[in-house]
């Protein structure tokens, strides 16, 4: 897998391509990292990619060349049809399910915006998808190309240690796309609190069934969006069932 960023920042990357599960999985060349700087893709002495907004307003927009000719260079050196992907508020909502769909993938080449945003025509011109993080703004793109790509590399086979304790992440299938329950490590009793009896009772199912039980209440109280659609896609058993019932009655 590759993936390349268009960015006046490169550097920021490293935070990817050097630490934790992500740069485990760049050493053991399971994804690879290029950076494009589309100040490198200027001709004149301050090497400018931005420029005021037409029609007028506040701040800077950055300009199409610059950003197309970067593209185009790592199109080039990559000798694909990559997806190229602008992060963007006005974007697709990113999710769990979407980082498992692009983790099946080759890669792609990330556009990272500075400013007010990139000129409209590059968009046309090059960009096939566009992807927002979530209903905020941030000061640039390469923050959410990173946490993208951090999503998307962790699902790479051989990315993380254990492969199952991907699937047993929130939103996952063995899940049911619910929440994941509380974690307990050592010392068992931390200021006065003990870790709950079920996860010292060395019984499998006994265990399995308290962490279900906490992931179905965890996601009652605060995504009871996602139990609805468990519930519609027939992913919630009996048992399952009788436990969020037991739980309403409590709360009446
Ligand atoms: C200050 S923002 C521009 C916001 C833009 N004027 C708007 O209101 O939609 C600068 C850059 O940060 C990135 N960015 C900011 N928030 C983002 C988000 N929620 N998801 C993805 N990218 C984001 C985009 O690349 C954007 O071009």
Known sequence: ????????????????????VTGRAHQMGLWRL????????????H??????PYGGGPGMVMMAGP????????QQDRGDDAPVVLLSPTGQGFNQGLAQEWAAGSGAILVCGRYEGVDQRFIKRCVT???SLGDFVLS??????MVMMDSVVRLLPGALNDAESARQDSFN????????????????????EAVPAELLSGHHAR????????????TLGRRPDLLERAREQGLLSKHDEAFLAGLSQTER
Not at 47 to 52: G, I, L, Q, S
Not at 175 to 185: E, K, N, Q
Not at 207 to 218: E, G, P
Request: glycine share 4%; with cysteine.
């Open 34 to 45: 290029k950076c494009w700087n589309p100040r490198d893709f200027t001709h004149d002495v």
């Open 67 to 74: 950003l197309e000719k970067a593209v185009r260079a790592a």
């Open 207 to 218: 265990i399995a069934r308290w962490r279900r039980d906490q992931s179905l209440a965890l």
């Open 129 to 131: 998808h566009e992807v």
């Open 1 to 20: 897998m590759r993936y390349d960023a268009i960015t006046l920042f490169p550097d920021m990357f490293d935070a990817l391509s050097a630490h934790g």
């Open 47 to 52: 090497r400018t990619v931005d420029d005021r």
């Open 173 to 192: 299938a063995a899940l049911t796309g619910l929440l994941d329950s509380p974690h307990y490590t050592r010392p068992e009793i931390y200021e006065n």
């Open 140 to 145: 640039g793109g390469e923050l959410p190309a």
